[in-house]
């Protein structure tokens, strides 16, 4: 079956400013319709952020940027209360993650305490302040980036920050046809800024309704839990994959399947997405703090290859 108009159309809608780079693209798509978020890990000026913005773009929904630097609060993320004199009372008003899409640009910039404000309403969709919770409105995805390679003045995010996010991706270097695409594109201005909704929100919320209606067979169900199973056993792991983690991966599978246009999941999708959903919940022994994702990654393409799939 073909990807249905409305995605081919995201998708191509978003490849006109992220030159050559499917792939990508269509993993941030799948993490949207499945309700989850995106961490883009990369190498700074290869598009993490035109990703973001870009699929902020073709949605008619709430978009807000935040730019994460050292001093940033959890005041400035979720809001505050402010005193009113005349009315003697307190008022809420809200921060910038009372949005659709949030934005988290170079999330691992700022401290550890900023980071967790956005726990609650990865996991949750709601709030809490002053011992009152707001609901977020839905659809709310955040896309984050961050720069694995700059370690000065970076805060590594904790484990259960890492859990929050979906999917963790990278774009990667252009090839050089594609390169020169992009300088020609360039020449009259910014091409993001052309770009037009393709999905209203209602029509966002019913294809992630659709999601959850996609089939998963229980050989898939016992394949997924085999994987995740032998991380746990791993003696090259200290850490292996939770229950949540589990579940987000059979959440990403049926949401690739509906991208790909099935109704049903394939063992190819489990494979095609395990690194992506699972490698960045591994924690490996030793003293291994650079290049942590890379082994992590390895562990998990041998579990991948020793593990029996389905028929």
């Known amino acids: 079956m073909q990807?249905?108009?409305?995605?081919?159309a995201l998708e191509a809608?978003?490849?006109k400013v992220l030159l050559g780079k499917p792939e990508p693209i269509r993993l941030a798509i799948v993490a949207l319709l499945a309700e989850g978020h995106v961490l883009i890990e990369d190498a700074p000026g290869v598009?993490?952020?035109?990703l973001a913005k870009a699929l902020a773009r073709c949605l008619d929904c709430k978009f807000r940027r935040l730019q994460f630097t050292p001093d940033l609060l959890p005041s400035d993320i979720l809001g505050s209360s402010v005193y009113l004199p005349n009315k003697g009372e307190f008022e809420f008003r809200p921060g910038p993650i009372f949005t659709n899409i949030l934005l988290a640009d170079e999330i691992n910039r700022t401290t550890p305490r900023t980071q967790s404000a956005l726990l609650e309403a990865m996991n949750e969709g709601q709030v809490s302040i002053d011992g009152q919770t707001y609901k977020l409105d839905a659809p709310f995805f955040v896309v984050a980036?961050?720069?694995?390679?700059e370690f000065e003045g970076t805060y590594p995010l904790p484990e259960n920050q890492m859990d929050r996010f979906m999917l963790c991706i990278e774009v990667g270097y252009p090839e050089r046809s594609v390169e020169r695409q992009v300088l020609n594109a360039h020449r009259d201005g910014e091409p993001i800024d052309k770009l037009g909704a393709i999905l209203t929100g209602d029509q966002l919320r019913s294809l992630q309704a659709e999601v959850r209606s996609v089939k998963v067979e229980t050989s898939i169900n016992d394949y997924l839990l085999e994987i995740v199973g032998a991380t746990r056993k791993h003696e090259d792991l200290a850490l292996g994959v939770s229950t949540r983690g589990a579940l987000t991966l059979y959440r990403a599978?049926?949401?690739?399947?509906?991208?790909?246009?099935r109704d049903y999941a394939i063992p190819d999708d489990l494979k095609r997405l395990a690194p992506h959903v699972l490698a960045h919940r591994l924690i490996c022994r030793g003293p291994v703090r650079f290049g942590q994702r890379t082994r992590a990654r390895a562990i998990l393409e041998q579990i991948l290859q020793q593990t029996p799939v389905p028929r």
């Open 3 to 8: 990807t249905r108009p409305q995605i081919a």
């Open 13 to 15: 809608n978003i490849g």
């Open 47 to 50: 598009g993490k952020t035109v």
């Open 145 to 149: 980036t961050q720069n694995p390679f």
């Open 253 to 261: 599978v049926q949401s690739l399947a509906l991208v790909e246009g």
